[in-house]
């Protein structure tokens, strides 16, 4: 298979443009290095024009948040029959949505954060609740415009420093450590613990180089392991995914109770990013793992 024409997608017009960009480095230079011929293609709104003119074989999502992750891409390329890699149209816009993902994940059996009901005027507040919590957009990644207020903050805040057409979600605030699990393929590849060195796993912590110290397999009880290799698995399959996923959790280590935060169905693949660190602690480097996801690209069914 290799040798044929690759389009490694990136870029876009969302906020998570620059990091798609790094990724889209890594994985193409991992492909041509596997025997692809890879081309780094910047997604713009004339995408489609450049695909019928470029011919690929099939096409590398390197794209991350709304338009790549979120099905948009996804339905374009099966429109044009260019097979890619990572989750379908379905599984992509169902994951990206954090309340739809949510309901489906409880349906599984799977413990997530609640829904707080929340009230939008020049603030942003839950309506029935004071105790620490979570602000973030409903459709974004890379913990983008995420908020953590403390309890009982009396000065909430406002609601322009998110986007005025952002559909904003509120959930409580659990304590504990940052646990991943990345799913190839649907078997989970290990644990991972995220340490940020900066407070909060934030965008800077995700991809600074040094924002965050990787434990891997991460030391926690080995119920806790297994159980968030189980639901990360099990994600995978209730959502339908393929390729390559990422399952992210906090794990309150006083309570002992796991909750599964979101599905990245295309998680970050830059040199400080979780999947290809855990695909090498498998025993799979990245040109490995880069070249078995366009071996396995496809377009839905």
Not at 81 to 100: C, E, F, Q, V
Not at 177 to 183: A, G, I, M, N, Q
Not at 239 to 248: H, Y
Request: one cysteine or more.
């Amino acid at each position: 298979m290799t040798g044929e024409r690759v389009a490694v997608l990136m870029g876009g017009w969302t906020s998570e443009a620059r990091v798609s960009r790094v990724s889209a480095s890594f994985c193409g230079q991992a492909a041509r290095n596997a025997g692809w011929d890879a081309v780094e293609v910047e997604v713009d709104r004339n995408i489609a024009h450049t695909l019928a003119d470029m011919r690929p074989a099939r096409a590398f999502n390197a794209l991350h948040g709304q338009v790549g992750e979120d099905g948009n891409i996804q339905g374009l390329l099966n429109i044009m029959n260019i097979p890619y890699t990572h989750s379908g149209l379905l599984a992509s816009a169902i994951a990206m949505d954090k309340i739809r993902a949510k309901r489906m994940l409880a349906e599984a059996g799977i413990a997530v954060p609640a829904d707080l009901a929340l009230v939008e005027d020049s603030h942003v507040y839950p309506a029935d609740y004071t105790g620490a919590h979570v602000i973030k957009p409903r459709n974004d990644g890379s913990s983008l415009g995420v908020v953590i207020v403390e309890s009982g903050n009396t000065n909430p805040p406002a609601r322009s420093q998110w986007d005025v057409d952002a559909t904003l979600i509120a959930e409580p605030f659990i304590p504990g450590r940052e646990l991943t699990v990345s799913v190839l393929d649907g078997t989970a590849l290990c644990v991972t613990e995220i340490k940020p060195n900066l407070g909060f796993y934030d965008f800077d912590a995700k991809y600074a180089a040094g924002g965050s110290e990787h434990v891997l397999p991460a030391d926690i009880p080995k119920p806790v392991t297994l159980l968030a290799c189980d639901w990360a698995e099990r994600a995978y399959r209730h959502l339908g995914c393929r390729g390559v996923i990422r399952a992210d959790y906090r794990w309150d280590e006083g309570r002992d109770q796991l909750y599964m935060l979101e599905i990245n169905t295309v998680p970050g693949m830059t040199a400080t990013s979780l999947v290809p660190e855990q695909a090498r602690f498998v025993g799979m480097s990245g040109e490995e793992l880069v070249n078995h996801l366009l071996e396995t690209a496809q377009c839905d069914d």
